[in-house]
């Protein structure tokens, strides 16, 4: 199978790079030449090619960059795809795209997904192999796709490794608010703090701990992929923000009266998403 892939950092890269394992013919597009390069160096792709060739021998094409990249890039490539080609967005929110598109006469042509799967790492050096191997992956709208795209999109999900649920994309995006691009942001703003605060380098270096790393380790994330998330879905991540400030305030309240049961309550409360996340890790054990 012809599989174009258009972006090759980190979540193009290594869909490219297991497809390819599979025996896939995958085709490379980046408006990046140092992008370009680096995935024919690390053997990504099988070939790279213009975005107007690519669109001629493709049976499926995947968009792996930016959001607005795709909502700008989305209209025009359903308009030049035959109806026998599968077009497939993996962005972290789906509502503005899904609209971009609603009214096309390709609709069924493009299935709108989410794999939930990425490292704070960027650029097709970030491309890792099994990235998606044991994880969810997400389609919205999928009664406005063609039976047979629904089916490509969702067998080449289950090629990676993936398994696919479906959602609504307003309810994709407000989810992903609180579990995806909060944290995102909390860890953004952590390393801001720091930085700004704690003005020796050397010294953050020497004290940070572990714990430290693990919290800010998103703060190396790339800004020209999150702030379009941001932006596409400013309404969810205010509300999102809103309420965690709220909690934020609450605890610094209860540290500045010396409150030790309000805090220890907070605490308790917050350590029962330890039970949760085991739970989700036990299942994909028991499915792989």
Request: hydrophobic share 40%.
């Amino acid at each position: 199978m012809n599989v174009t892939i258009v972006g090759l950092g980190l979540i193009g890269g290594s869909i490219a790079l297991d497809l390819k394992a599979l025996g896939h013919n995958i085709i490379g597009v980046d408006n990046s030449k140092k992008h370009i390069e680096q995935a024919l160096d690390l053997e990504l792709v099988s070939e790279v090619s213009s975005l107007g060739d690519a669109l001629q021998m493709s049976d499926i094409i995947f968009l792996a960059i930016p959001i607005n990249g795709i909502k700008k890039a989305l209209p025009g490539i359903l308009d030049k795809i035959s109806y026998k080609t599968t077009v497939i967005d993996v962005g972290s929110t789906k509502s503005s795209i899904c609209k971009k598109v609603e009214k096309h006469e390709k609709r069924g042509s493009f299935v709108a997904a989410h794999p939930l799967a990425g490292t704070e790492y960027s650029g097709p050096k970030a491309a890792l192999k099994d990235l998606f191997k044991g994880k969810s992956n997400i389609i919205c709208e999928e009664h406005k796709c063609d039976e047979k795209s629904l089916e490509k999109a969702i067998e080449i999900f289950n090629q990676l490794g993936m398994t696919t649920m479906f959602m609504n994309p307003e309810d994709h995006d407000k989810h992903m608010a609180y579990v995806s691009h909060l944290s995102h942001i909390s860890s953004f703003m952590l390393g801001q703090t720091v930085l700004e605060i704690e003005k020796d380098e050397k010294q953050i270096f020497n004290l940070a701990s572990t714990g430290f790393e693990s919290t800010v380790r998103l703060a190396k994330s790339s800004a020209d992929t999150w702030v379009p998330i941001f932006e596409n879905n400013k309404e969810n991540i205010s509300d999102a923000l809103e309420q965690y400030i709220e909690y934020l305030n609450q605890f610094k309240k209860a540290i500045d009266r010396g409150d030790r049961e309000k805090m220890h309550e907070m605490i308790q409360n917050a350590n029962n998403i330890r039970r949760i996340l085991l739970g989700m890790k036990l299942n994909v054990m028991k499915l792989s």
